[in-house]
């Protein structure tokens, strides 16, 4: 059996993990995101945060918005303006669902993760989700304890 290659150019930069426990996820997907060649830099070095991002429809077009990338200290005139409002590109027909889950029934777009991809490509995945309330999150809690509890009884023997 042959060793499985990994792929230099696949990097998870930032991920957002609170997202699953604030929010019931119901489906996400992949945006490309439009970057200046700093803060591409400045990610490729692994500084980005998107935990108190948020992404929303706008005049026909889908931002991200609160997301943060370091700026690049190499960069001096022409750097990046640290939270400005970033483009992501979807399709139409995406936009148009989009839009719809979030003004007719109540979702939120929640980033998940900002990665590049198998091309080195710089993609965002978008969560489509509902927030959930405090006894849901305390629900989910406990399911994820019993599931540690369950794998190490199993584990063990028993």
């Known amino acids: 059996m042959a060793k499985e290659k990994t792929n230099p150019n696949y990097k998870v930069v930032a991920e957002n993990r609170r997202a699953r426990f604030d929010y019931a996820i119901e489906e996400d997907l992949e945006c490309g995101i ?29 931002w991200l918005v609160n997301s943060y990338i370091a700026p690049y200290e190499q ?10 409002k970033r ?7 995406e936009l148009a669902r989009l ?12 980033p998940l ?3 590049f ?10 969560g489509i989700g509902k927030g ?11 399911k ?4 540690r509890q369950k794998q190490r009884l199993l584990r063990h023997g028993g």
């Open 99 to 110: 839009w719809n889950a979030t003004q007719r029934k109540g979702m939120t777009l929640v």
């Open 34 to 62: 439009v970057l200046q060649g700093s803060e591409v830099k400045s990610m490729r070095q692994g500084s980005a945060n998107i935990a108190e991002a948020y992404a929303h429809v706008d005049n026909g077009e889908l």
């Open 75 to 84: 960069a001096k005139t022409f750097g990046h303006e640290e939270r400005r």
């Open 113 to 115: 993760v900002l990665y």
């Open 117 to 126: 991809n198998h091309r080195g490509i710089a993609k965002i995945k978008i």
């Open 132 to 142: 959930k309330k405090a006894h849901d999150k305390r629900a989910t809690e406990a």
């Open 87 to 93: 483009k992501l590109l979807v399709s139409r027909k």
């Open 144 to 147: 994820r304890d019993w599931n």
